[in-house]
Structures are given as structure tokens and as C-alpha cells.
């Protein structure tokens, strides 16, 4: 089954520890590359990084903007750079909006858009030495209809958007956007 494509890529997954960013770290460490499993859950980061055959955890909490600028120094230095940059953190909250308090939507965008332009700036000189790459998760295709979850599906196509425009910039080193459904292969 291993194909090896990413033979050698240095990768760091947020929201490793579960979900999609496990799959995504396990996909990329069964194609060869070096994987840091980043999440706010260390233990659980820890043990998926153990299973895999070059990965390491490192703790980290997406709402922090300093935790994100330290996992991405410390990331980086462990892997010996950087080619590949996966934003997959990420809570799941929702009601209407009469019921949506503020601090949820506070701790929404922090942990879900915030992080994404933390991680993304702190990444940047990294991935424009190796030409690498931010991997943008995609929305669910259920939230081009409209549901009552204003803040969820604000935030889905808003990190969409941010994962878009990172990229971005007049420098031609600037690192390209590769959509998450490209990697997982359901495109
Ligand atoms: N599951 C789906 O069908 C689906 C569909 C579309 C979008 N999403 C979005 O994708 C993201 C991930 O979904 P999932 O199903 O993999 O969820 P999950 O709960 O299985 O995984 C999320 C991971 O992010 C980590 N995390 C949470 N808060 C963090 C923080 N403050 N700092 C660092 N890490 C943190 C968690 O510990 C966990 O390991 C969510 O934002 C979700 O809204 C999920």
C-alpha cells in the first residue's frame, strides 16, 4: 500500500490526536514523510505519534497565539524545517444564535480561524525555504445550505477562506494551497 509520496516531506498536523488530523498524520507518516502531531491533548497526541514511524508530539493550544508561535518553533526545529503545513484543530459547537453566548463564539474563532493565521504567519518563513506547502480543510459540502449554527458554519468557510489567502502573496516562494480531500484522496 505505501507509496511512498511523501518520502522525506517534514509535516506538522494539528489536531493530531484525533479525527481528522489522526488520519491525516497517519496517512503522511504511511507515505514517508516525518510527522509533529501537535494538540492541546498530548497524551492522546503522544500515543498516535508512537504508533507512527517517525513522528513526535508536541502540546500545544490552538487558542493561544505565543503556544502557537512555540509548537511551530519547536515543530520545525525537531523535523529540521518544515515542507507541509496541516491546520486541522479544531472544536465543533453550535446552536441558533439567541442561544450562541459570546464566549462561544469567542473560544470558536480562536481555536477554529485565529490559530489558522497564527500557525499559517509563524509557518511561513519555514515553508518559503523548502517551497512547501498549507493544507486547507475543506467544509463539509452540508454547509452550502443553510442551517441554524451561524457561528459552526461562519467559521468553516471563514478558516476555508483564511487557509486560501495565507498563501497569497506577490513572493514567488510563497507556499501553495493543497485542499485536505486531495491528501485524504475523496476529492
Ligand atoms: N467530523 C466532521 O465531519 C467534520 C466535517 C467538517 C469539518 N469538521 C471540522 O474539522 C475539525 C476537526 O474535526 P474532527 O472531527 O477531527 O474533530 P475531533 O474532535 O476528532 O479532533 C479535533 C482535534 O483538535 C484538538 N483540539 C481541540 N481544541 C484544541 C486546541 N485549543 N488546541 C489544540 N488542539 C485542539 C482536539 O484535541 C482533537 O484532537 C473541527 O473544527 C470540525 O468542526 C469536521
Not at 492522546?44 to 518553533?73: Q, W
Not at 472544536?91 to 473560544?107: K, S, V
Request: aromatic share 6%.
Amino acid at each position: 500500500m505505501t507509496q511512498q509520496r511523501f518520502k522525506a516531506k517534514r509535516v506538522i498536523v494539528t489536531g493530531a490526536a484525533s479525527g481528522i488530523g489522526e488520519a491525516t498524520a497517519r496517512l503522511f507518516a504511511a507515505n514517508g514523510a516525518a510527522v509533529v502531531c501537535a494538540d492541546v491533548n498530548v497524551a492522546a497526541a503522544r500515543n498516535v505519534a508512537g504508533s507512527l514511524a517517525h513522528a513526535h508530539a508536541v502540546e500545544f493550544d490552538a487558542a493561544d497565539a505565543a503556544s502557537c508561535k512555540t509548537m511551530i518553533a519547536t515543530a520545525s526545529q525537531r523535523l529540521g524545517g518544515l515542507d507541509v503545513l496541516c491546520n486541522i484543530a479544531g472544536i465543533m459547537d453550535w446552536d441558533p444564535l439567541p442561544q450562541f453566548t459570546e464566549a462561544r463564539w469567542d473560544r470558536m474563532l480562536a481555536i477554529n480561524l485565529s490559530s489558522v493565521f497564527h500557525t499559517s504567519r509563524y509557518a511561513m518563513p519555514h515553508l518559503m525555504k523548502s517551497k512547501g506547502n498549507i493544507v486547507v480543510r475543506v467544509p463539509n459540502p452540508t454547509t452550502s445550505t443553510l442551517r441554524p449554527w451561524p457561528a459552526y458554519d461562519m467559521k468553516e468557510r471563514a478558516t476555508m477562506e483564511l487557509g486560501a489567502t495565507c498563501t497569497v502573496t506577490h513572493d514567488p516562494r510563497s507556499p501553495r494551497r493543497i485542499l485536505l480531500r486531495r491528501i485524504l484522496g475523496n476529492s
